[in-house]
């Protein structure tokens, strides 16, 4: 009786043993690349399966994962296949004394917008670190994540990394999320989730408040029922770079609130997103832009900034709408005199 307990319901496989080798599939899900992909680089760069068990069929051992998991850690930090091959095995001992000679490495897939690995991202012709930051949110890394983000900041500057690593590749997640029936939500959750994280890590704290200062903060909402908070992110912590005070409201603000707010902080600038038509309200842009605040014979009203999407094609006069995050950033620290990331200097 005890040796039937532990065996499998009948027609289902055993479960591998620790330190078992398992199949390309199997591998290819842990790794979240496609079985294509590790049959090409064992092909091509010699990275392949110590064992061939029952003719052809591929078995990968705990050594060839752990050289995999080696090679898809430079990958996704944008190191070339084929150095990242080499790589991998000199840091394994393997180096090219049991690997066939790679063939030259003939570079990024034509500008298709795909790459040829099923399973890819389409980002077509952008930046090397986008590439790196899709391979790793595609295999859920989120500690490659982390570093990618942060690399992109730590080269690039805040505003610069968020419209030409991370936004790029957002949107790539969200189109192969549109074309596969939902099987890259998943990944499209980690990756704004430490977008997000990287965003709020850079926004610095708030000033003390000296007095009645010259001009009020920048408040920045979503309008009501919306929830796409990123690029308000962004903008948040860019301004806070450039020492400009800032009150983040976030998804969803119900009007009432909004207005309360308006009159009770006195902003110099109000900025509202939209990522849809159906959020964009003008009615909800023209009385935040009419609310007053102030003792009578000197009340002011703030500055109305649109941002996102939703607003294109409303009638939207005395409204501005940047095109995106440098314009927004240049346009409301010229409220306050100071100079923004596209000024020159």
Not at 143 to 167: C, F, I, K, N
Not at 274 to 291: G, M, N
């Amino acid at each position: 009786m005890r040796d039937s307990a532990r065996r499998p319901p009948e027609g289902e496989p055993a479960p591998p043993a620790a330190g078992a080798a398992v199949t390309t599939g199997a591998l290819a899900r842990r790794l979240g690349v496609s079985p294509t992909t590790l049959r090409s680089w064992d092909r091509r760069y010699g990275i392949g399966p110590a064992v061939h068990a029952q003719g052809r069929h591929r078995r990968w051992t705990p050594r060839d994962v752990a050289l995999l998991e080696a090679m898809c850690r430079l990958t996704s930090a944008g190191v070339p296949p084929a150095e990242a091959a080499r790589a991998a095995k000199e840091a394994a001992g393997t180096g090219d004394r049991t690997a066939p000679v790679p063939p030259p490495d003939p570079g990024p897939a034509p500008a298709t917008g795909r790459s040829r690995a099923a399973g890819a991202l389409p980002l077509g012709d952008v930046r090397q670190e986008c590439r790196g930051l899709a391979r790793a949110a595609v295999r859920l890394d989120a500690a490659a994540v982390e570093a990618r983000l942060a690399s992109a900041v730590a080269g690039h500057g805040l505003a610069d990394a968020w419209q030409e690593v991370m936004v790029p590749t957002l949107h790539a997640v969200g189109r192969k999320w549109a074309s596969s029936e939902d099987s890259y939500i998943e990944v499209e959750h980690l990756l704004s989730w430490h977008v997000s994280t990287t965003l709020r890590r850079h926004t610095r704290p708030p000033a003390p408040a000296d007095g009645d200062p010259v001009a009020g903060p920048v408040l920045l909402a979503c309008v009501p029922g919306e929830e796409h908070t990123l690029p308000l992110e962004a903008l948040n912590a860019a301004l806070t770079e450039l020492g400009l005070p800032t009150r983040m409201f976030g998804a969803a603000v119900p009007a009432s609130a909004l207005a309360a707010a308006v009159r009770r902080l006195g902003p110099a600038a109000v900025v509202l997103w939209a990522q849809s038509r159906a959020t964009a309200s003008p009615p909800l842009a023209r009385d935040v832009a009419a609310t007053e605040w102030g003792v009578k014979g000197a009340r002011r009203s703030p500055l109305v900034v649109l941002g996102g999407p939703g607003w294109a094609g409303r009638r939207t006069r005395g409204m501005p709408r940047p095109a995106g995050l440098r314009e927004a950033l240049d346009l409301l620290a010229g409220g306050y005199g100071a100079a923004g990331p596209g000024a020159p200097p």
